[in-house]
């Protein structure tokens, strides 16, 4: 017996209504992307490993998907290269490409190897899929996309502000109420300075941003398993654990952080941004958090962060401000700062509250029953006019039983199905029926394009 075809754990297969659902997603992003000035690029699903490798700290180097080489990739390998069972040595031998994680370090490639052509600052967005030998669970796939937008060549604070208000703009175009978290990087190295383990910073930010995930007490069992002394994380507990409004926080943090010139840096950053937003609010909720750290090493200012009020699911959308990436490029001294939507999650909390407007899903709007080829020649003049009007238009292929065809068209949930026969050819008029309601009226073309088009029909 054939086995049952299956796919990878953690990638989906998408229906046409699923796929019209994450292109309504898509869309609408991109159509934002546009309103705020950004052009988009592509590029290649496979990079070179030396290309990923290192910039997203020791938990995502274990996370990239490593292509094996074409060939005989074991042609190069002694026996002795097998029997130490190095997976490590092992990939390193045998892979030399492999599936982006992110869309943000190639595209930090991409700018340095087309650096002559562009001009700067460069504000670009994507929107492709990445990969990540994750484990699989609610919220959390191996294979989704990714909606990127990054301004790099320009150190200005603007930058955030703007990017803080095209997040708003995408989730008040979705109808989805958010959280927006914002924290700074300077801040949390100034905090690793004020508790004494400045060198631990990378240490310090990936416990503390699991703090949602895993609680309070497992994020201080890590600190300690990384080495971080009990007096320490004592001294780190009032600062993560901060109250407040977000000015009270910031003045509280510049008493806190005083001697530290990075922590005060960051504060003032912060303070820029939320003094820009005061003359013209978000619509969605700002926090500043100090417990978002965002895991990805490459972050140096400015991080930021959105939640869903009313699912539970991880963050749906991140980003902050790099100053160092393209320096691992040989191009250094370029800053830049990108937010990236996770498109499969927002699908999951559209779904989850049902939040798609009825015309989203670009079904067919109008159908023609197919009685024979006499009336098909008539309805495929009616077809041709209808969809130069720009109306969605089908002919069924056969002169099949009528249930049938009207079967079809409620599995497709057609609204509206076109009857051509005789009587409607002489008359030169259609017989429009509505599938909601059952009502039948015979119509001009053009009062079916003006009807369809209002969508009064």
Same mark, same amino acid.
């Given at each position: 017996?054939?086995?049952?075809?299956?796919?990878?754990?953690?990638?989906?297969?998408?229906?046409?209504?699923?796929?019209?659902?994450?292109?309504?997603?898509?869309?609408?992003?991109?159509? #934002?992307?546009?309103?705020?000035?950004?052009?988009?690029?592509?590029?290649?699903?496979?990079?070179?490993?030396?290309?990923?490798?290192?910039?997203?700290?020791?938990?995502?180097?274990?996370?990239?998907?490593?292509?094996?080489?074409?060939?005989?990739?074991? !042609?190069?390998?002694?026996?002795?290269?097998?029997?130490?069972?190095?997976?490590?040595?092992?990939?390193?031998?045998?892979?030399?490409?492999?599936?982006?994680?992110?869309?943000?370090?190639?595209?930090?490639?991409?700018?340095?190897?087309?650096?002559?052509?562009?001009?700067?600052?460069?504000?670009?967005?994507?929107?492709?899929?990445?990969?990540?030998?994750?484990?699989?669970?609610?919220?959390?796939?191996?294979?989704?996309?990714?909606?990127?937008?990054?301004?790099?060549?320009?150190?200005?604070?603007?930058?955030?502000?703007?990017?803080?208000?095209?997040?708003?703009?995408?989730?008040?175009?979705?109808?989805?109420?958010?959280?927006?978290?914002?924290?700074?990087?300077?801040?949390?190295?100034?905090?690793?300075?004020?508790?004494?383990?400045?060198?631990?910073?990378?240490?310090?930010?990936?416990?503390?941003?699991?703090?949602?995930?895993?609680?309070?007490?497992?994020?201080?069992?890590?600190?300690?398993?990384?080495?971080?002394?009990?007096?320490?994380?004592?001294?780190?507990?009032?600062?993560?654990?901060?109250?407040?409004?977000?000015?009270?926080?910031?003045?509280?943090?510049?008493?806190?952080?005083?001697?530290?010139?990075?922590?005060?840096?960051?504060?003032?950053?912060?303070?820029?941004?939320?003094?820009?937003?005061?003359?013209?609010?978000?619509?969605?909720?700002?926090?500043?958090?100090?417990?978002?750290?965002?895991?990805?090493?490459?972050?140096?200012?400015?991080?930021?962060?959105?939640?869903?009020?009313? #699912? !539970?699911?991880?963050?749906?959308?991140?980003?902050?401000?790099?100053?160092?990436?393209?320096?691992?490029?040989?191009?250094?001294?370029?800053?830049?700062?990108?937010?990236?939507?996770?498109?499969?999650?927002?699908?999951?909390?559209?779904?989850?509250?049902?939040?798609?407007?009825?015309?989203?899903?670009?079904?067919?709007?109008?159908?023609?029953?197919?009685?024979?080829?006499?009336?098909?020649?008539?309805?495929?003049?009616?077809?041709?006019?209808?969809?130069?009007?720009?109306?969605?238009?089908?002919?069924?292929?056969?002169?099949?039983?009528?249930?049938?065809?009207?079967g079809y068209a409620d599995d497709k949930k057609i609204p509206f199905v076109a009857l051509?026969?005789?009587?409607?050819?002489?008359?030169?008029?259609?017989?429009?029926?509505?599938?909601?309601?059952?009502?039948?009226?015979?119509?001009?073309?053009?009062?079916?394009?003006?009807?369809?088009?209002?969508?009064?029909?």
């Open positions: 017996m054939t086995a049952k075809p299956s796919i990878p754990k953690g990638t989906r297969d998408f229906s046409p209504e699923e796929m019209a659902k994450r292109n309504y997603i898509f869309n609408t992003i991109r159509d #934002v992307f546009h309103l705020f000035g950004f052009r988009q690029i592509e590029t290649p699903a496979m990079e070179n490993l030396s290309t990923l490798m290192g910039k997203y700290g020791e938990e995502g180097d274990k996370l990239l998907f490593k292509v094996l080489n074409s060939g005989d990739f074991l !042609a190069d390998l002694s026996d002795a290269d097998l029997t130490m069972r190095n997976t490590t040595h092992l990939a390193a031998r045998l892979c030399e490409k492999g599936l982006r994680y992110d869309l943000t370090v190639p595209f930090a490639r991409f700018v340095v190897m087309h650096r002559g052509e562009l001009s700067f600052p460069f504000k670009r967005y994507q929107i492709q899929p990445v990969w990540r030998a994750d484990r699989p669970q609610k919220g959390r796939y191996r294979e989704f996309y990714q909606c990127d937008a990054d301004v790099v060549g320009s150190d200005s604070l603007l930058n955030e502000v703007e990017l803080l208000r095209l997040i708003d703009e995408v989730f008040a175009r979705f109808g989805i109420r958010v959280a927006v978290k914002l924290n700074n990087r300077k801040i949390l190295s100034g905090i690793a300075e004020m508790i004494g383990t400045p060198e631990k910073i990378v240490d310090i930010t990936v416990a503390i941003d699991k703090l949602d995930k895993i609680g309070l007490d497992k994020v201080n069992a890590e600190l300690r398993e990384k080495g971080l002394a009990e007096d320490a994380i004592a001294r780190l507990q009032p600062i993560i654990l901060l109250e407040g409004d977000n000015r009270s926080k910031l003045a509280t943090l510049r008493t806190e952080l005083a001697a530290s010139e990075i922590g005060r840096k960051g504060i003032e950053e912060l303070e820029y941004i939320l003094g820009k937003l005061d003359r013209s609010p978000l619509r969605a909720a700002l926090e500043i958090d100090l417990t978002l750290a965002r895991g990805l090493n490459y972050y140096t200012g400015a991080i930021v962060e959105v939640k869903a009020l009313d #699912v !539970a699911i991880g963050s749906i959308t991140g980003g902050g401000r790099y100053d160092n990436l393209t320096g691992v490029f040989g191009m250094p001294d370029v800053s830049g700062v990108g937010i990236s939507f996770g498109a499969d999650r927002i699908y999951d909390v559209l779904n989850q509250l049902d939040l798609y407007p009825s015309d989203s899903l670009q079904t067919t709007q109008l159908l023609f029953v197919n009685f024979g080829e006499r009336e098909v020649e008539a309805c495929m003049e009616y077809a041709a006019r209808l969809r130069a009007e720009g109306i969605r238009t089908e002919i069924y292929p056969e002169a099949a039983k009528m249930k049938k065809q009207m051509v026969g005789e009587d409607e050819i002489a008359s030169g008029k259609i017989t429009v029926k509505n599938m909601a309601t059952g009502e039948q009226r015979q119509l001009l073309p053009d009062e079916i394009i003006s009807l369809l088009k209002e969508g009064k029909a």
